[in-house]
């Protein structure tokens, strides 16, 4: 018992320390993704040596006194996603005009088209964003889709890294950017709504640091690095929305949000776990939106899932600046601003 205790603590304790580290090796950062599960571990640990091991020697001490400790430390990172913290973006009022937004990794590999639009005809988005299309995926929904949005910017792939935006709201200004690696693009427009007021849409999916991906997280950080600043010096509303292929507690997404200033629409509301769809112990957010403190909250789900390894999100909003929201933004610090020098001078290598 006290061997098999001593070892799960050792392993808390490791995968509560790596993610402190800045190591960009795939197998450190990949500690960042099952962060409430080692969280769970901890707390089993922590009552496991409350209840069975009293007296403790020294080292059985400190091995107790890091796992509570650790487990605490813990407790408040994930907090601000419970919805025991009031929202970070404030719920709209009752009568404002709604946007709403779908974001969904369709899986390339899957051929469930039809749930996908079932999906799409029932949820009605104004704008709708996919990730992982290949032409296959394009050929199967384009048609249908673009009968219901007259305005689109497509790039299919097939590296799983195609995407397509769709939009009832006029499309100005669109590109595709390719800002880090050649392979891997993102879609960058400016979104007329009817009343004429205009917002910025960034939507992502970088190459997560995965075995056969990319061995480091590098690119992954650089991206969001290089779609952080252009959001921060945007003199409109931003939107970035996509499969960012990381959590949303892990210090590159919280670094994002401090270079950029947009706001998590989760924080007060919960994790909404998308992936991975078919593994319930093993889930966690990789689907995100992100927002200016021009936006209000509506509605934020996690719909149903046609056969994809991911879930799609939906949300609806409405543009009204907050006070509340303005006090919540989390500010560069000049050691923030070196770390995003740092990763990019590091892909410009």
Known sequence: MKIVLITLSIIFIVSALAPFSKWEKWWVRGFDFPYVQF???????VISWSVFLQPLGWI???IYGMTIALFVYRLTVIYPYTRLKRPTIPWS?????????ISANVLMSNDDYNGCMQLIDKHK???????????KWKMALDQNLSELFPYKILRPLDNTYGMMLYSKHKLLEGTIQYLIEDDVPSIHSKIELEDGEVIQFYGLHPKPPAPGENDESTP??????????????????????????????SHTTRL??????????????????????????MRWPLDHFFFSHHFRI?????????????????????????????ASKEHASQDDLDEANEKLDKVDA
């Open 39 to 45: 969280t769970v571990l901890g707390l089993l640990c």
């Open 60 to 62: 059985e001490g400190f």
């Open 93 to 101: 009022e009752n009568g404002s005009k709604k946007i709403r937004f």
């Open 125 to 135: 988005p104004d704008i709708l964003f996919l990730v992982e299309v290949d032409e």
């Open 220 to 249: 992954r950080d650089a991206e969001l690095v290089m779609v952080g600043r252009l959001a921060q010096k945007s003199k409109i509303p931003v939107v970035v929305a996509g499969d960012m292929n990381d959590v949303a507690w």
């Open 256 to 281: 994002f949000m401090r270079i950029s200033g947009l706001l998590d629409p989760r924080m007060g509301r919960g994790f909404f776990n998308t992936f991975h769809a078919g593994r319930p112990l």
């Open 298 to 326: 509506a509605k934020l789900e996690r719909l149903f899932n046609f056969h994809s390894d991911h879930y799609p999100i939906l949300i609806d909003v409405s543009i009204n600046p907050s006070v509340h929201a303005l």
